[in-house]
C-alpha cells in the first residue's frame, strides 16, 4: 500500500539528548514537509523539501535540523537546543503540481524529560 | 500575511443534528486552493477536500457538503446528521506559494464532539 510511514508512535528521551524522528513515503513525492502540533493548537511548520538535497526553514525550525538525501525519506532531528520539544510530530508529503493537497503520516508523540 | 481564522474552537452537538465549521481566510494572491482536514483522535490528518479560487460552485459529498464564498472570504463546512464517528479535529488551510515553494497555513482547527 501506499502511503507515509512515522515510527515509532512514541518516543520517550530525557532533556539534551538529540532525537531523530523518521518519516518515509512511497508515494513518489518530490516534496516532503514536518509539522508539529501542541495540544489544542494548530499545525506549525518546521521544515520542508521541495526536491532531494533540498530544504527550506519553516515557520520554527529553531533547535530542528533535517536531511533529504533520498526521495523517500525525510528524517527529522530535535536538538537539545529545543527549549520545549514534546510535542506530536506530523509528517506530510505532497504530488506533483504546487497546489495540490498534502498527505499525511501517523505522527510522532514525543515526551522529553 | 497569510491567515486562516478558525473562530470555533469547540463545538458539541448530539447526534442527527446539522453543523456547521467557519472558516475565513486572508490572502493576497489571485490563485490560490483551500482544503479541510481531519484529525481523529488516532492523530493522522485525513485529506477531505480541496477547492480552487476559480471555482465557487458549493460541493456535496454524501453528508459533508461546503460552502466557498469570495466575497466574504470563507470556506464553510457543513456535516448533515452528524455520527458519533465525526467526532474529531476539523483543521481549514490555505495555500501559499513563496519563491516557488509551495506551504500550508493551517486554522487553528475546530473541535467537533458529536454526543450520542
Known amino acids: 500500500d501506499g502511503g507515509i510511514t512515522q515510527s515509532p508512535k512514541y518516543l520517550f528521551r530525557k532533556e539534551g539528548q538529540n532525537v531523530t524522528l523518521s518519516c518515509e513515503q512511497n508515494l513518489n513525492h518530490d516534496a516532503m514537509y514536518w509539522y508539529r502540533q501542541d495540544p489544542g493548537q494548530g499545525l506549525r511548520l518546521i521544515y520542508y523539501s521541495q526536491i532531494v538535497n533540498d530544504f527550506q526553514k519553516g515557520d520554527i525550525a529553531e533547535g530542528y535540523s533535517v536531511s533529504r538525501e533520498k526521495k523517500e525519506s525525510f528524517p527529522l532531528t530535535v536538538t537539545s537546543a529545543q527549549k520545549n520539544p514534546t510535542a506530536f510530530y506530523l509528517c506530510?508529503?505532497?504530488?506533483?503540481?504546487?497546489?495540490?493537497?498534502?498527505?499525511f503520516g501517523p505522527g510522532t508523540r514525543l515526551t522529553v524529560t | 500575511a497569510q491567515k486562516v481564522t478558525q473562530a470555533q474552537t469547540e463545538i458539541s452537538v448530539v447526534e442527527k443534528e446539522d453543523v456547521t465549521l467557519d472558516c475565513v481566510y486572508e490572502?493576497?494572491?489571485?490563485?490560490?486552493?483551500l482544503f479541510w482536514y481531519k484529525q481523529p483522535p488516532s492523530g493522522e490528518l485525513v485529506f477531505l477536500i480541496r477547492r480552487n479560487s476559480f471555482d465557487e460552485q458549493n460541493e456535496i459529498s454524501g453528508r459533508y457538503s461546503w460552502n466557498f464564498q469570495k466575497s466574504t472570504s470563507s470556506f464553510n463546512f457543513t456535516i448533515t446528521a452528524s455520527q458519533v464517528v465525526d467526532s474529531a479535529v476539523y483543521f481549514c488551510a490555505l495555500s501559499e506559494v513563496s519563491g516557488g515553494y509551495n506551504k500550508l497555513i493551517f486554522g487553528a482547527g475546530t473541535r467537533l464532539a458529536v454526543h450520542p
Open positions: 506530510a508529503s505532497r504530488g506533483p503540481g504546487q497546489l495540490n493537497e498534502q498527505y
Open positions: 490572502t493576497r494572491d489571485t490563485t490560490y486552493y
